[in-house]
T-cell receptor, first 112, second 113 residues
Framework: DGGITQSPKYLFRKEGQNVTLSCEQN?????MYWYRQDPGQGLRLIYY???????QKGDIAEGYSVSREKKESFPLTVTSAQKNPTAFYLC???????????FGQGTRLTVV | GEDVEQSLFLSVREGDSSVINCTYT??????LYWYKQEPGAGLQLLTYIFSNMDMKQDQRLTVLLNKKDKHLSLRIADTQTGDSAIYFC?????????????FGAGTILRVKS
């Protein structure tokens, strides 16, 4: 079945550690996105990528990094520089152009 | 700007119609979307409308677009308890590096039986 998969579903991180969230899609989509969701604030764009080996900062990129070495994969690293990383992280993908985005099931990151 | 605004909460009785409203500021948006999110899950696309359309109907869902006022609404007919969720309005904006999806904060729909 085609789809977009995020892992893990739950992730706990100690303060000062970097963690990487996985996002994989087998929909042959060119574009991939990372969003952060906080209660009452909706979705905020962290990074997006329209093509392999290229990506752009979104509205809240500070403290995050990404890579896009393969079309299918767009991992997000939450670095120790991110001051408030506890949130629900959503990955999405779409074909190029103004078409619908498909979302993964999300990763809930908690700093302990 | 790139603001998308929605009211935060709507409560309706089962069987009534629900209307969720959204306003946006960027007139360059070409597609506008409605997504549904159930607790602890990702977002599911409900419907979308192209910016040169005024209305789109899809079974119980009706989308109305007033491009002059930059206002989008989603009407759910015969609302059921299974419709309880968070509904997000989103617009797709063309940018130099590709398309950017901008979301509102979401409207929590509560359906009372």
């Amino acid at each position: 079945d085609g789809g977009i998969t995020q892992s893990p579903k739950y992730l706990f991180r100690k303060e000062g550690q970097n963690v990487t969230l996985s996002c994989e899609q087998n929909l042959n989509h060119d574009a991939m996105y990372w969003y952060r969701q906080d209660p009452g604030q909706g979705l905020r764009l962290i990074y997006y990528s329209q093509i392999v080996n290229d990506f752009q900062k979104g509205d809240i990129a500070e403290g995050y990094s990404v890579s896009r070495e393969k079309k299918e994969s767009f991992p997000l690293t939450v670095t120790s520089a991110q001051k408030n990383p506890t949130a629900f992280y959503l990955c999405a993908s779409s074909h190029s152009g103004n078409t619908e985005a498909f979302f993964g099931q999300g990763t809930r990151l908690t700093v302990v | 700007g790139e603001d998308v605004e929605q009211s935060l909460f709507l409560s309706v009785r089962e069987g009534d119609s629900s209307v969720i409203n959204c306003t946006y500021t960027d007139s360059s948006s070409t597609y506008l979307y409605w997504y549904k999110q159930e607790p602890g899950a990702g977002l599911q696309l409900l419907t979308y409308i192209f910016s040169n359309m005024d209305m789109k109907q899809d079974q119980r869902l009706t989308v109305l677009l007033n491009k002059k006022d930059k206002h989008l609404s989603l009407r759910i007919a015969d609302t059921q308890t299974g419709d309880s969720a968070i509904y997000f309005c989103a617009e797709s904006l063309r940018r130099e590096y590709g398309n950017k999806l901008v979301f509102g904060a979401g409207t929590i729909l509560r359906v009372k039986s």
